[in-house]
């Protein structure tokens, strides 16, 4: 409702500066090549936050042809509105993926399955994502290098994230970020009175407020983001479009690629097979497939293509090319979904309210501000070293993600995660009238590792999932220590004049346990299991003699030529950060690994 004495806001105009910006972001998009060449320097498969900043760097070579393959359509203008980050997943821009049903995890859940969202558009999960920029710890990445993967070290790769960046924020450690690259990197343009509560009661608690991708971790701070004036800031906004007259890039969009194609007496990969529609085609590379299709897909192409476990392509009927741990070390960063917290502010968010209001879509429409500017209800959050409480510089391994709003508050939301109907109506639906938010405690170091697996050898079929969340049951320590910080928060002096108290309707399936110790919380862990999406591992990078290695320190599929993998998929063990930022890092990275070994000066 308008408030008294307000002028309506002129909606019109704002419709024709949205129209406006739409046609000029048409305008932007990179050609889909509906022939092109027989042959190229190099394919790249999946153009999502690996493989767009792979197509960007190895076009900048003008000898080289390359082509970019992506299963996804093209990116749309409202995709970047950042308030409506989860309601993507309804739409043909994700893939749509479950695991399988669990007896130990996702119990709440429709059918006891994890519903795991991937982008399948250009940009990949770039664009279903929340924006959040993290990098992860020294430690993570000096562990990767322990493990013998040569140039992985934090000095090493900080590099990389510094060369895509371009930072406008304004707690910034000196010498941790960047400007001038193309992912542009920046603060929320709208801060609630809700997670700047959080923020100061972090701050009360005794943490520090700091970058938290600077020279320490540990505290508190909101999020710093992949956007770029109130807009998401893809991978392929920011990699792609600056590029597309490039002559010697050439992008084919709705293309599934099915097979990767050897030269089998030289084990060498020569091209791929793919679908446009229902016609078959194949396509040639001189030089290499890069294979950048995401922690689910990349192994599944592989698999489909003989490379994997030996006794599961057999008995999947698939000629084995070579015998690699393919599909397994699967790591994600779990969270405890639903930890709630009422609230007598308004402030809170609840996506119909924020849309209803006229004065936010003027806000948004004409200059990206406002409500509708924060990443789908998320606005920051805090790191933690439990295993060493008192260490300013620990390697975090638990994160609390601050959310404003409830479970009720996005009808999307727990539609997203695929809460049963049942456990919605009994827990949260009492809360669609009261203002809250939300904290995820989240898992950073899991113990816990599941794989993927064929079902068939149809392309076409989704494979079978399994995270294995809680597999290790000292994961779930992480979760209750992180209810036991939150409580801690909601007694701070901030949040007790927003008289922030736990919901305490107890989960169905939790009841029999005494509410709020520490079985409750474990038992609700493992029914409201919200996957934070950070796919990873299932191409592992190591060294030759590591049997569970899929790719070298290089990203070269090990024991084949001409085969790269170049995503989310080869980090040997998950960081402690979100995923998107170390991606496109990897991606970085691999670009200049490709031109070295090509002999093109960097
Ligand atoms: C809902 C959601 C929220 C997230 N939020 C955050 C966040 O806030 N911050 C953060 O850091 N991380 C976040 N992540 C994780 C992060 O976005 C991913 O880790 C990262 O995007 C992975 O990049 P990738 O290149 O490995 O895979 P993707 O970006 O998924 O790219 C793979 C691409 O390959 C294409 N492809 C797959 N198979 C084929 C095929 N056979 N043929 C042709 N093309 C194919 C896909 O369509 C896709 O475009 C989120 C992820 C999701 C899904």
Known sequence: QLPKNEQYPPLFEDLLNVLQENLAYVNRQTRDERFGLAEYDFIIVGAGSAGAV?????????????????????????????????????????????????????????????????????GGSSILNYMIYTRGHRKDYDAWADLGNVGWNSDEVLKYFLKSEDANITLQDHGFHQKGGLLSV????????????????GYELGYPVRDL???????????????????????????????????????????HVTKILFDETKLKAI???????????????????????????????????????KDHLTSKGIN???????????MDHVALGGLTYIVNDTSSITTNRILENPFNLHEYMMYHKGPIAIPGGTEALALFDLDHPNDVNGHPNLELLFINGAVSSDETLRKSFGIDDKVYNRVFKKTEQKNAFMIFPMIMRPKSKGWIELKDRNPFRYPAIYPNYFSDEKDLDIIVAGVRISEQLSKMKTMRSFNAKLWDIPILGCEHLQFNSDNYWKCAARHLTFTIYHLSGTCKMGPTKDPTAVVDSRLRVQGIKGLRVIDASIMPEIISAHTNAPTIMIAEKGSDLIKEDWGVII
């Open 213 to 255: 991708n600077g020279n320490s971790q540990i505290g508190f701070n909101f999020h710093q983001l992949t956007m770029k004036n109130g807009l998401r800031h893809s991978t392929n906004v920011a990699f792609l479009q600056p590029i597309r007259k490039r002559k010697n890039l050439f992008v084919k969009k709705n293309c």
């Open 320 to 330: 084995v090319i070579q015998d690699l741990p393919v599909g397994r070390n699967l």
């Open 186 to 201: 920046t603060e929320a343009q709208y801060k609630s009175k809700l997670a700047k509560a959080f923020v100061q009661s």
């Open 271 to 309: 091209g791929v097979e793919y679908y446009k529609g229902k016609n078959k085609y194949r396509v040639f590379a001189r030089k290499e497939v890069i294979v950048s299709a995401g922690a689910i897909n990349s192994p599944q192409l592989l698999m489909l293509s003989g490379i994997g476990p």
């Open 54 to 122: 792979v197509a960007n760097r190895l076009s900048e070579v003008p000898t080289w042809d390359i082509l970019l393959m992506e299963a996804g359509d093209e990116e749309q203008f409202l995709m970047d509105v950042p308030l409506l980050a989860n309601m993507l997943q309804f739409t043909d821009a994700n893939w749509k993926y479950k695991t399988m049903p669990s007896k130990s995890y996702c119990l709440g859940h429709v059918n006891k399955q994890c519903n795991f969202p991937r982008g399948k558009v250009m």
